[in-house]
């Protein structure tokens, strides 16, 4: 018990630390074409837009958002990059974390490498300086790695220019290692999966995958819809009360009028488009709630702020952090949440009935 309490402290105490030094960071953003990075930037830096391309050097943290990210420059401390297709030619001079559909990699990485892809691909020029874990449904090794490789996938194949210091380590499908390649410690594999560890470790992990998850929702409904947040915040702090009341009947309504339309045969694809709109409502509710927390403690925390709109980058990091760690705190915290997200479901109804009223 002792154990567990000490990891939600923690954890909630990493949420405060981590907003607050980002608030000292460069944001940037750019809806549309390409948002380049062509200028040296002593800070840590969050960029988002459809394509985004670091092109000279970034002192500290980078988190870049796009639908291509190229990360071709120096980045002296962390690397963050989520995309379609992410590509790393640069260096990074400490972890680098990507996550993509095509993920490629040629530059160098100092510390460890994370990756995912349906396909991630790690070049001939590549240079791993500590471990690498993979995973994906196609995935090569073709460079270096001056430690120990965990890979999890369909298709793992170890091409010939592959230098691995450490262990190889396999999960999924067997690796293919072709004549030449250097595998200096030992090689594991395991068939299907492993059931993570109980504890700490494993709490840990599932708050990290439901952050990241969370925050990509949050964006991509700030990035795509940002007047529809906009006005969805606005009408929830101007009626909380009418805002909680039409969730709540939503939620108590939403089931018996699903049930009533599906008993007849012509109200059962009625009964199906309400189910699914419901719970797409819902899921769009949920990111929106962690853009108002973000939204209110970027205000807090930056007064000097208060007065814009804050960028959606920033918003959705601090919301997404918050609203998964007021979920670490048990029955209280998941209640907590529930009824924000009530009151974002409310609101959000109810501007899409004022929209469409006013059509």
């Avoid at 000490?6 to 105490?13: E, F, I, R, V, Y």
Wanted: glycine share 10%.
């Amino acid at each position: 018990m002792k154990h567990s309490l000490s990891l939600k402290l923690g954890t909630l105490t990493l949420i405060a630390i981590l907003p607050l030094s980002a608030l000292a960071a460069t944001f940037l953003q750019k809806e549309e074409g390409e948002l380049f990075i062509a200028n040296p930037v002593d800070d840590d830096v969050y960029a988002a837009g459809q394509k985004v391309t670091v092109k000279d050097t970034i002192s500290g943290d980078a988190a870049i958002a796009g639908q291509i990210v190229n990360a071709e420059s120096v980045i002296t401390q962390d690397l963050y990059a989520v995309g379609q297709a992410v590509r790393l030619t640069g260096s990074v001079g400490d972890d680098a974390h990507l996550a993509g559909n095509i993920v490629t990699v040629t530059g160098n990485v100092e510390g460890d490498l994370f990756a995912a892809g349906q396909s991630l691909d790690l070049m001939s020029q590549t240079i791993i300086g500590s471990d690498a874990y993979l995973a994906g449904e196609s995935i090569v090794i073709a460079g270096t790695v001056h430690g120990t490789v965990r890979a999890a996938g369909n298709s793992v194949v170890v091409e010939s220019t592959a230098v691995i210091d450490g262990n190889l380590i396999t999960y999924g499908a067997q690796a293919e290692i072709k004549d030449g390649a250097t595998i200096t410690g030992s090689r594991e594999h395991h068939e299907g999966t492993q059931t993570a560890p109980a504890g700490t470790r494993n709490v840990l992990g599932s708050w990290v995958r439901s952050t990241i998850a969370l925050l990509l929702l949050a964006f991509l409904i700030s990035y795509f819809a940002p007047k529809a947040v906009r006005g969805v915040l606005a009408y929830v702090q101007a009626n909380p009360g009418r805002s909680i009341l039409t969730g709540l009947l939503w939620i108590i309504l939403v089931g018996p009028i699903a049930l009533i339309l599906a008993v007849s045969l012509i109200g059962l694809p009625l009964a199906l488009v309400l189910f699914f709109t419901s719970l797409v409502v819902y899921i769009l509710a949920t990111g929106i709630a962690a853009l108002l927390i973000g939204s209110w403690l970027y205000g807090k925390l930056s007064p000097a702020s208060s007065a814009q709109q804050p960028l959606a980058w920033p918003a959705a990091v601090l919301g997404a952090a918050v609203y998964e760690g007021i979920q670490l705190l048990g029955f209280f915290g998941g209640l907590l949440t529930f009824i924000l997200v009530l009151f974002i479901l409310g609101a959000t109804i109810q501007s899409l009935w004022q929209k469409r009223s006013h059509a």
